[in-house]
């Protein structure tokens, strides 16, 4: 016979065939877990398009980047209110005392029945010191935002590859100490 062909003497090569197992069946692990979890989530693969948007007043808005996530864009939101709840004090403290004075009496008044040329400086004065907010509710934008596929993936890794990596090390480990039960050919 040729050099290479098998004899058909030889006995099962136990190591192989577990190895070709464990990949098929590892591999096969993997795609579950990855599929189920991507199944199971709200997904997306392009977060970086999509916006929150922030009420500030009925005229004015904040958009945010979606990846901020709730801490960061409440973070920032905190810090624009300070910073133009400072201009309005400032503003104010410019305010001549006169202009102050024709204001006061207007404070009970329909801001529709304010004199023409008060209606600007009065409403912002009236409103200096009351600090800046926003609606509430952006929030909920956030949490029903789809997930970033990849985080996704990234948090479902440890439960995809952790066994299959357990069972490697334990049938690496038995085939070891099965191998030293062998006849020595002595």
Known sequence: MGAGVNSGKQGINWARGLLRLWIIASVAWCLAIFSLRLSIEKVTWLLSQTMVHVKISNTEQIDYPAEWGVQRIREDLE???????????????????????????????????????????????????GHHGWHGGWESQVEALPKLGWNVLIAAAPLALGPPFVLLVLGASILWAFAGFKRSST
Do not use: H, T
């Open 79 to 129: 810090k624009r209110m300070v910073a133009w709840d400072q201009k309005d004090r400032d503003w104010a403290a410019q305010l001549s005392e006169s202009r102050k004075a024709e204001c006061r009496p207007l404070i009970d008044l329909k801001f529709a029945d304010y004199p023409p040329n008060l209606k600007e400086d009065c409403l912002r004065l009236f409103f200096v010191g």
